[in-house]
């Protein structure tokens, strides 16, 4: 079995996206991360869901979780607050990760090691302009490696 045969389309955002909708999409779409494109639709990054929440949420809450505890779930609106008019620019880290991605007949070993070797739980499968074409999530590719 080949990437192309296994990857899904996801919503991708670019650089310029709103940290905003970016967090909802991640939120509405129970995703693990989200693929960053450039104008050309190639993949430049991933935006791992945890890189949205260490910008939005307060350093009280990240320095020490139990003072957490202080906000209610009725106030737990301050998580998007902290986000304010920020860009998905603005939540990637300087030294930005290695992008995974894969050929559309990469095997599924392939994937596995580029996102072991990534850290990270999603693979952009790419044709040979290197124009995303699907994406492979961590539960994606364990679904079909085990056959569930």
């Not at 079995?1 to 709103?18: G, H």
Request: proline content about 6%; charged content about 20%; hydrophobic content about 50%.
């Amino acid at each position: 079995m080949r990437a192309a045969d296994v990857s899904t389309t996801m919503s991708t955002v670019t650089e310029q996206t709103p940290a905003r909708d970016a967090a909802r999409l991640l939120a509405a779409q129970d995703l693990p991360g989200l693929v960053v494109i450039d104008a050309n639709g190639r993949p430049v990054t991933v935006l791992a869901g945890t890189q949205v929440l260490r910008m939005a949420l307060p350093s009280y809450c990240q320095d020490d979780p139990a003072l957490a505890r202080v906000i209610d779930e009725a106030a737990a609106d301050v998580i998007l607050a902290g986000i304010g008019e920020r860009t998905v620019a603005d939540l990637l880290p300087r030294r930005r990760p290695e992008l995974p991605a894969v050929s559309g007949d990469a095997t599924l070993l392939e994937v596995a090691a580029v996102m072991a070797r990534a850290n990270v739980p999603l693979v952009a499968v790419v044709d040979a302009a290197s124009v995303m074409t699907g994406v492979i999530t961590l539960d994606g590719l364990l679904d079909r490696v085990l056959g569930t």
